[in-house]
Every structure is written in C-alpha cells, then in structure tokens.
C-alpha cells in the first residue's frame, strides 16, 4: 500500500526544496510518534506496512562483524537521528544498521537558521547545522526508554562529537564523558573529528591531538565496544596514513570514510536560491554526489594501506546499486547513506539490496564479503 505513494515523492521533495530544516522536522517528529507508540494499533500497523514495503532479506547479504549481526550492509548515516527519536524503527525501513547523532556532551542549538540546504543540480545537500543535539544525558535516557520497550534488532552505533563550548584542549574528557552516559545503550562507538561545522573540530584529526582523545576512551572502553573513527575527505593521503597507525596503535575497530566536504570546485550550483549569495561564500559541509569520488579514492587507499586488514564504512554519494557497489568493491566492508536517502526516498533501500545481489550474480560471487576490496587487489 505504502508503495503506492513512491510516484508522488518527486512532487513532495520539490515542493518542500526550500525548506528542508522544517521538513526534516516533522518527518523526525512523525517518526518519533511511531517509535514511541508501542500500544497504539495504528503506529503498529504502519511500522509493518514499512517492514512490508521496504524490508528486504537475503543470507548473502548479511554479516558477523564485531560480533554484531548485520542482516545487510546498508546503514543509515549520522546527522539524519541527532537525537535518537526514531532508534528504535530504522530496521522497519530495512535498515541493516543506524548510526545516531552527532551527540556531544553538552545539549546544542547548533548554528543559526538557515543552516540546511538542498542543491538539486548538484544532487547534493549543503549542511552547516553546528552538531544541534539533545546532549548525551538526554539521548542516553532516551535511548534506555526505546530499548524497554522494543530491544533493538540492528545494530545501532553512536557519533560522538565534541562540544562547541568545550575547548580544544579538553576534548578527550569531553568525548570520555559522553561516551559514559551512552555505553550501555548502543552497539558501536564513532569518533567524529571531521565535522567542518564545530569550530577547530578538524584539527582534532591531527595525530597529537587524537591521541588523548583514544587514550582516554580505550581506558575507559577496555576493548568491549567496538570504537571507529571517522575522517574527512580533504585530508592528504599523508594525513590518512597517520590516522591509519593511531588505528593500530590503539586497536580501533576501523574507520568511516568520509563526512562531508568543504570543497565547491566540484558543484554545478553557483548561487544558493535560498540566500542568493555564491555557494563558495556560504559555510558548511557537502554531501551527495558530488563527494563520491573523494570518497571512494579515499576507501581505497585505507584498503590498501591496511592490506584489506583494518574493516571500513564507506560514505558518500550512494545513489543506487552501482554506487553501493563502488564503495564495497574499493574497500568498505559496509556503507552508510543520507543525502541519497532524501532525494531517492526509502525505496532505494530494497532497490540497492536487490541491486547487490545482482552483481554478486555477474561476478560469480556467492556473498557480499567476497566484494570487499574486489576493485583494490
């Protein structure tokens, strides 16, 4: 029934282009009444409508990383469920995994109004939210609520992101003591140093600087959550390859490649419609299609570097199978998508699952992790 709506989706994402913060809203507000309606017959009765529509399962297409079950290697990526509202539904979606936030320590507002930004020419969203978020405590209570009442059947990960007002010098504690509210609600951990929209963030990608920020967190983590680090993709391979030692060093679990960009060579849109100032004047970070590229080169080369040996979520730009496809086949044990979310609707899920076990087909392959780093040898 609900796939009965895909052919109007186009005139639902055109009309609201122009306000996209106030769309996310109540999308994230409606999906919060369905997470939170355990006893209301027709929240129940939507959520297995969705499983119906959007669910797609097949063996090959599942894994055991981490000691997690990943029933596909489709992820929702961080910064659609700052604030956990929908934790408890991604999977109703198809959603082999979810990853939630950025939370930091502190609650958020986050940066002024107008801070998010379609760029249809572009299929591509211009972001500069500033990590607005509830703060860790709330989310973590939050978090205990959902799990009471629905225990989660996806693993569900975490981005950890420091505080605006927390000074770069006290950013391990800052990170050490949100990861304490939320350890015991969440199945895998992400250290987000790349974010361009905190101020001084993505000097924390420095190895001098990430080293307290994983001596603390390790310390205190004691190797029982898995703990990733995500990264941007305009670092130099230099810089990748410094991060990728500190993996070693401290023993993580792998690494997200990539969050957004702040390079504009690569868009067609030249005036952002909404503030008609140029878009190389406008802050924020870019996701979508024009990062797939960057990023794939990026998963590459960490595959490379790591001889296949340290795992990696790839993101940036999906749009449908072939894209997915790239990621894995480069080096990405898993993939994440946001900005293809939106544009696409969440009939791509089921569309690029299907899309993978077809190639698994052309390429005489019998299951996904056979894929992995396929284009990287």
Not at 178 to 190: I, P
Not at 193 to 198: C, L
Not at 292 to 318: A, D, H, N
């Amino acid at each position: 029934m609900l796939d009965l709506t895909k052919p109007f989706y186009p005139l639902f994402f055109s009309a609201l282009k122009n306000h996209p913060e106030a769309a996310h809203n109540q999308l994230m507000k409606t999906l919060s009444w369905l997470n939170n309606s355990h006893k209301n017959s027709l929240a129940n009765w939507l959520k297995s409508q969705l499983q119906q529509s959007f669910g797609f399962h097949d063996i090959r297409l599942s894994q055991k990383l981490w000691n997690l079950d990943f029933p596909n290697p489709f992820g929702l990526a961080a910064g659609f469920d700052k604030d956990a509202l929908a934790a408890g539904i991604w999977h109703s979606f198809g959603f082999g995994f979810a990853e939630l936030g950025a939370v930091t320590l502190e609650p958020q507002p986050g940066n002024p109004r107008p801070r998010l930004f379609r760029l249809p020419a572009d299929k591509a969203v211009l972001n500069r939210m500033g990590a607005n978020n509830d703060g860790a405590a709330i989310i973590a209570k939050r978090l205990q609520q959902t799990w009471t009442h629905q225990p989660r059947t996806i693993p569900i990960g975490i981005n950890l992101c420091k505080s605006k007002v927390t000074p770069l010098e006290a950013a391990a504690t800052d990170y050490l003591e949100s990861f304490r509210y939320l350890k015991d609600v969440a199945d895998y951990f992400v250290v987000n140093v790349s974010s361009p929209n905190t101020p001084g963030l993505r000097n924390l990608q420095a190895e001098e600087q990430l080293k307290p920020i994983f001596d603390a967190l390790q310390a205190e983590n004691q190797g029982e959550m898995p703990l990733f680090v995500k990264i941007a993709p305009d670092l130099e391979f230099e810089a990748i390859a410094s991060i990728l030692a500190l993996t070693k060093t401290y023993n993580l679990s792998g690494v997200i490649a990539t969050n957004t960009t702040i390079r504009r060579d690569l868009l067609q849109t030249e005036i952002l419609p909404t503030t008609g100032n140029p878009i190389t004047e406008e802050a924020g970070g870019i996701s979508g299609a024009p990062l797939k590229q960057r990023s794939t080169e990026v998963i590459k080369f960490i595959y490379q570097q790591t001889q296949g040996k340290l795992p990696i979520i790839g993101v940036g730009g999906i749009f449908t199978a072939e894209d997915a496809w790239e990621k894995i086949t480069a080096g990405a044990t898993l993939f994440q998508v946001y900005t293809g979310w939106l544009y696409e609707g969440p009939w791509m899920l089921p569309t690029i699952l299907k899309g993978l076990l077809d190639k698994l087909d052309q390429h005489g392959l019998t299951h996904i992790s056979q894929a992995v780093g396929l284009n990287s040898l």
